[in-house]
């Protein structure tokens, strides 16, 4: 069974960092797509970011574009996304995700991912 852990959230001022991870077990990981969404009170969730696992080809949403880095380490199975410049509207619980349906296109809607971790807690203070 699939199971997802994110790790790294917290309470963060305005400009500063976090470093989230995404931990994956369960089952082989190469051929998947591992996406990073997060979802604000009252508010649809939404994509942040997201990585093929076996090429390593990203996507981001463009609101985080030039901030968020995600990256992933294969022999650790794990994902992370690498948080800098946080702004208070970057306030979210953040899950990450993945989808199994192939790991040449990265789709960015939430509903086409067959997995997700638990979700982190991030807060950014003005």
């Known amino acids: 069974q699939v199971q997802l852990a994110e790790s790294g959230g917290g309470l963060v001022q305005a400009g500063g960092s976090l470093r989230l991870s995404c931990a994956a077990s369960?089952?082989?990981?190469?051929?998947?797509?591992m996406g990073w969404f997060r979802q604000a009170p009252g508010k649809e969730r939404e994509f942040v970011a997201a990585i093929t696992w076996s090429a390593g080809r990203i996507y981001y949403a463009e609101s985080v574009k030039g901030r968020f880095t995600i990256s992933r380490d294969n022999a650790k199975n794990t994902v992370y996304l690498q948080m800098n410049s946080l702004k208070p509207e970057d306030t979210a619980v953040y899950y990450c995700?993945?989808?199994?349906?192939?790991?040449?296109?990265?789709?960015?809607?939430?509903?086409?991912?067959?997995?997700w971790g638990q979700g982190t807690q991030v807060t950014v203070s003005s």
């Open positions: 995700a993945a989808d199994f349906r192939t790991d040449q296109v990265i789709d960015a809607r939430w509903r086409k991912y067959d997995y």
């Open positions: 369960g089952r082989t990981f190469s051929n998947c797509v």
